[in-house]
């Protein structure tokens, strides 16, 4: 189908709709992990993960995710923003990721992410976000 199509737009909307269900999953996947809450009980912040076009709103509370909110809102106040394309996240969140898209600075470092606002927030709070993101990695499989 040509650019610009129906189809195209169809598949923008599978594409948000897999993200925020893996955001959700990773929500649920944090609430079983007790040493990652620990790690995160200071970080207390709305975090701005934009994939594409699509912005997700990530509230957290002492190192739980209370709430995702889609936007895209110029009236939702964020301490730092992640943005990058859905082909690199989905490349981070396979099971073995290759180089460049295994961690968030090295997607930086092959200019396939960027990050914005205040990173000295993302730097104390590193190891609990790193962590945090990893969680929609797929399962290895056996």
């Not at 599978?14 to 959700?24: H, P, S």
């Not at 099971?95 to 990173?119: E, N």
């Amino acid at each position: 189908m040509a650019a610009g199509g129906k189809g195209d737009h169809a598949v923008g909307l599978i594409k948000e709709i897999d993200v925020l269900e893996r955001i959700k999953a990773m929500q649920q996947a944090l609430a079983r992990t007790p040493h990652l809450v620990r790690l995160g009980r200071l970080f207390s912040e709305t975090v701005l993960l934009q994939v594409d076009e699509a912005e997700y709103y990530l509230h957290f509370d002492k190192g739980e995710l209370v709430a995702i909110e889609p936007g895209p809102s110029r009236k939702i106040a964020w301490c730092f923003a992640i943005r990058t394309d859905a082909a690199a996240l989905r490349a981070y969140w396979t099971a073995r990721p290759t180089p460049g898209f295994h961690d968030l600075f090295g997607l930086v470092k092959i200019d396939r992410a960027r990050i914005d606002g205040d990173i000295l927030c993302l730097v104390k709070n590193l190891r609990f976000f790193k962590e945090f993101l990893s969680l929609g990695r797929e399962e290895v499989p056996a």
